[in-house]
Nanobody
Framework: QVQVVESGGGLVQPGGSLRLSCAAS????????MGWYRQAPGKQRELVAI???????NYADSVKGRFTISRDNAKNTVYLQMNSLKPEDTAVYYC???????????WGQGTQVTVSQ
C-alpha cells in the first residue's frame, strides 16, 4: 500500500511564492507519474502539473510560467514551486502518485494554499 503526504501550504500575499512537497512511501512498485491537483471551493478538482516517469511534464495553462514541478527520485518526493501567486490560485492542493502495473493512483490528504492580502 502506498502512502502520500503533502506539506508546505499556507497563507501568502499576491505575488509571493510557496513550495509544496509530496512524499510517497510504502509498497511502491514503479512510479508512473506524480502530479499536483487543486480544488477551489465550489469547483471541480483540476490538474495543475504532472511529471511522468520519463521526465516529461504537463501544466495547466493558468500556471504555465509561474509553477514548476520537480522530483527527487531517491526520496520518492515531488515538489511544486509556485511563484507569482494570485488570489485565484487559492485552493486545496492534492498530490497524486500513480504507480504499479496495472497503474493505480493514490491521493494525499491535501494542503491548503491561500493567496490573500
Amino acid at each position: 500500500q502506498v502512502q502520500v503526504v503533502e506539506s508546505g501550504g499556507g497563507l501568502v500575499q499576491p505575488g509571493g511564492s510557496l513550495r509544496l512537497s509530496c512524499a510517497a512511501s510504502g509498497s511502491i512498485f514503479g512510479i508512473n507519474a506524480m502530479g499536483w491537483y487543486r480544488q477551489a471551493p465550489g469547483k471541480q478538482r483540476e490538474l495543475v502539473a504532472i511529471m511522468f516517469s520519463g521526465g516529461s511534464t504537463n501544466y495547466a495553462d493558468s500556471v504555465k510560467g509561474r509553477f514548476t514541478i520537480s522530483r527527487d527520485n531517491a526520496k520518492n518526493t515531488v515538489y511544486l514551486q509556485m511563484n507569482s501567486l494570485k488570489p485565484e490560485d487559492t485552493a486545496v492542493y492534492y498530490c497524486n502518485i500513480n504507480s504499479g502495473s496495472p497503474p493505480k493512483g493514490t491521493w494525499g490528504q491535501g494542503t491548503q494554499v491561500t493567496v490573500s492580502q
